[in-house]
Nanobody, 124 residues
Framework: QVQLVESGGGLVQTGGSLRLSCAASGRTISRYVMGWFRQAPGEEREFVAAISWSGGTTYYTDSVRGRFTISRDNAKSTVLLQMNSLKPEDTAVYYC?????????????????WGQGTQVTVSS
């Protein structure tokens, strides 16, 4: 099992930036697809971004493409989500997740390990 801990959330104005960090422990994540998901109150958990085990391929939901960047450092067992040009609709709890597979997925049920989440609030 992988333990994941997110940090970096907070309150920011529209147009601002935040960088979320996910620290992994327990097992190496170097062979796992890693993803970020978010969930707003009353909404389903939705896919935000994912990154292949090597970091060579990234995936984004349409609403964040061009504004968010996912990256990873396997040596440090960390995954980052750089969020720029934030909008009020980005407000949600953001979760880091590990998929114990080489295969990419944007379905939250396909991910095996989850962090506790970090709140991101974008004010208008």
């Amino acid at each position: 099992q992988v333990q994941l801990v997110e940090s970096g959330g907070g309150l920011v104005q529209t147009g601002g930036s935040l960088r979320l960090s996910c620290a992994a422990s327990g097992r190496t994540i170097s062979r796992y697809v890693m993803g970020w998901f978010r969930q707003a109150p009353g909404e389903e958990r939705e896919f935000v971004a994912a990154i292949s085990w090597s970091g060579g391929t990234t995936y984004y939901t349409d609403s964040v493409r061009g504004r968010f960047t996912i990256s990873r450092d396997n040596a440090k067992s960390t995954v980052l989500l750089q969020m720029n040009s934030l909008k009020p609709e980005d407000t949600a709890v953001y979760y880091c997740a590990a998929r114990r597979s080489f295969l990419y997925s944007r379905e939250w049920v396909d991910y095996d390990d989850w962090g506790q989440g970090t709140q991101v609030t974008v004010s208008s």
